[in-house]
Every structure is written in C-alpha cells, then in structure tokens.
C-alpha cells in the first residue's frame, strides 16, 4: 500500500496517483487506487466516471470493496471516495472494522494499491499515510509547498519513527530544478530531524497535464508521449523494481499500525 500525500494542496497528488497505476497496469500489475480524500472525491472526476457506489457505503457495511470498486480506463480498478465521511478516529468501533476487513480484501486481489490521501497534516491523512509501506511525498518547487512537505514529514515521523518517504518533485523545470529541491530538503531533513529523505524522481511542468484533466482523459493515456507520462513511466519502473528487490511484501504490518496510530486495540 503506497500512500501518495503532501503538505500543500493542490501539487498534484490525484494526477499522480492515476497517471501513477496506469503505468503500474501497463506492466502488467494488478492495481487499485483508493480515493482517500474525504473533502472533495475528484479522483472519479479526473477519470470522467461516474459510479452509484463508494467508500461510504463500504464504512457502513452495505457494500463489500469488491462491489464497490469500479473499472477505471488504462485497466485499473478504482474505489470511488466520498465527500463528508467521518475521520477514521471518529468512526465507531464497526464501521472501522468494515473499513480495514474492506483494506484487507482489496490487497488481496490487487499488487499495488495507490491511496489518494488528503494534503496537509490533518489526523486523517496523517494516521492513513503513516500506516502505508511507503508514503510517496509531492512536493513542487514552490517555497510554501516545500515548507508545506516538509511539516508533513515532520508530523509523520512524529506518529511513526521508521515511516519511508520517497520525494517526488512535480512540476518542475527540469532535473536539474527537482533534485535541488530534493537536496535541500534532504538537508533540511538531516539537520532537524536526523533523517534522509530519499529522492524519487520528477515530473516536469507539462501542458498535457492541465488538457489531460480538462478532458478527464488521464495524460498516460491520451498524451502517453509527452514528457510527463515518460517520466512518470520511469517512476512505475522505479517501483516495480524496488518491489521485485524486496524479499518479502510486507502486507499485514499496515493493519498493526493503522490501529496504533489511531490509538486503538488491534482486534485481527
Ligand atoms: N506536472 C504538471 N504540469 C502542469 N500542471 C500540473 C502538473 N501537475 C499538476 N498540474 C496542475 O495542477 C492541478 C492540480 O493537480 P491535482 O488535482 O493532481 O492536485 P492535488 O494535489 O490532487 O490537489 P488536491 O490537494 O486539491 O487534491 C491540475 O489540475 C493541473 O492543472
Ligand atoms: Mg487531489
């Protein structure tokens, strides 16, 4: 389970995360990308689909994930969100356990699962990214987005000690521009918290992105030639990569922590 979050608004997370399990699905893995954003459900949007079901109607135990999900195009699947649903902390014991038996099922039938989380250090975002394996971290050049992702960091190490990040720097000039972003907030890391913050990669500032999502035609598939797609390619590469080098996926250890970070007993 990836997490894809930022500090910001608005940096692009959602494009991200589509264009992202395109090119996982490309190769031939089986992916889900899970709208998390409880304010505004505009991973559908993005898509141009429109379903009867989502997330919601899994909290409350009148759908199971599978029923939920739906076929999005570029052959991933797709687990709508929903605007106005309650912070996982506030959710009744029941409908928290429909929830993560819901998270269970769907990695059982998928390899990557790709969460769309909310930006900004709210518990939500926080508790949920802090429990994935990885938690994918978008950044723009931007002075107010750097400061922005660097608090998350911050916020997330706060909740959980051994959290992986991976840097990706969106629209940017070039790489030149992204890896000196990375640099200095890899330094900045270094100096106040101890840690390094690895750099994944970048996406360049790209005219496709905007008339991909003006057409709700994601950009992977309407303009897979243009330098954003490439790039993002690369990152699909980078992540399959890293899942073949790794001896065994560790699946179970996100139930453990979701419950630890929302300070609750684990039950299964
Ligand atoms: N690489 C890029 N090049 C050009 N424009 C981009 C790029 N990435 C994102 N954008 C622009 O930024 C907008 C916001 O992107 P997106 O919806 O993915 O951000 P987000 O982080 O999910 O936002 P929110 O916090 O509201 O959920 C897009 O509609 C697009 O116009
Ligand atoms: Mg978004």
């Given at each position: 389970?990836?997490?894809?979050?930022?500090?910001k608004?608005?940096v692009g997370?959602?494009?991200?995360?589509?264009?992202l399990?395109?090119?996982?699905?490309?190769?031939?893995?089986?992916?889900?990308?899970?709208?998390?954003?409880?304010g505004?459900?505009?991973?559908?949007?993005?898509l141009?689909?429109?379903?009867?079901?989502?997330?919601q109607h899994?909290?409350?135990?009148?759908?199971?994930m599978?029923?939920?999900?739906?076929q999005?195009p570029g052959?991933?699947?797709?687990?709508?969100?929903?605007?106005?649903?309650?912070?996982?902390a506030d959710?009744g014991?029941?409908?928290?356990?429909?929830?993560?038996?819901?998270?269970?099922?769907?990695q059982?039938?998928?390899?990557?699962?790709i969460?769309?989380?909310?930006?900004?250090?709210?518990?939500?975002?926080?508790?949920?990214?802090?429990?994935?394996?990885?938690?994918?971290?978008?950044?723009?050049?931007?002075p107010?987005?750097i400061v922005?992702?660097y608090?998350?960091i911050?916020?997330?190490?706060?909740?959980?000690?051994?959290?992986?990040f991976?840097?990706?720097?969106?629209?940017?000039?070039?790489?030149?521009?992204a890896?000196?972003v990375?640099?200095?907030?890899?330094?900045?890391?270094?100096?106040?918290?101890?840690?390094?913050?690895?750099?994944?990669?970048?996406i360049?500032?790209?005219?496709?992105?905007?008339?991909?999502?003006?057409?709700?035609?994601?950009?992977?598939?309407?303009?897979?030639?243009?330098?954003?797609?490439?790039?993002?390619?690369?990152?699909?590469t980078?992540?399959?990569q890293?899942?073949?080098?790794?001896?065994?996926?560790?699946r179970?250890g996100?139930?453990?922590?979701?419950?630890?970070?929302?300070?609750?007993?684990?039950?299964?």
């Open positions: 389970m990836l997490a894809v979050t930022s500090g608004g608005g997370k959602t494009n991200t995360s589509i264009n399990a395109i090119a996982l699905a490309k190769k031939g893995v089986r992916v889900a990308v899970l709208d998390a954003d409880l505004l459900a505009n991973v559908e949007v993005l141009g689909l429109n379903s009867l079901y989502n997330i899994v909290i409350a135990g009148e759908r199971s599978m029923e939920v999900l739906v999005g052959g991933i699947s797709v687990i709508p969100g929903s605007s106005g649903i309650a912070r996982l959710m014991p029941r409908a928290r356990q429909n929830v993560l038996d819901a998270l269970q099922e769907l059982e039938n998928h390899d990557f699962i969460v769309d989380t909310m930006a900004g250090i709210g518990q939500n975002a926080v508790a949920f990214a802090a429990a994935c394996d990885e938690i994918l971290l978008i950044t723009t050049p931007e107010s987005s922005d992702a608090a998350m911050k916020t997330i190490y706060q909740m959980r000690d051994d959290a992986v991976r840097l990706i720097v969106n629209q940017a000039l070039n790489e030149a521009q890896k000196a990375a640099a200095k907030m890899s330094q900045v890391a270094q100096q106040f918290l101890g840690r390094k913050i690895s750099y994944f990669g970048f360049p500032r790209d005219p496709h992105v905007q008339q991909s999502v003006m057409q709700s035609n994601p950009f992977m598939l309407r303009f897979p030639q243009c330098a954003a797609a490439s790039n993002v390619q690369a990152l699909a980078r992540l399959m890293q899942r073949m080098d790794q001896t065994a996926p560790s179970s996100f139930f453990r922590r979701i419950a630890e970070n929302l300070g609750l007993a684990s039950n299964g």
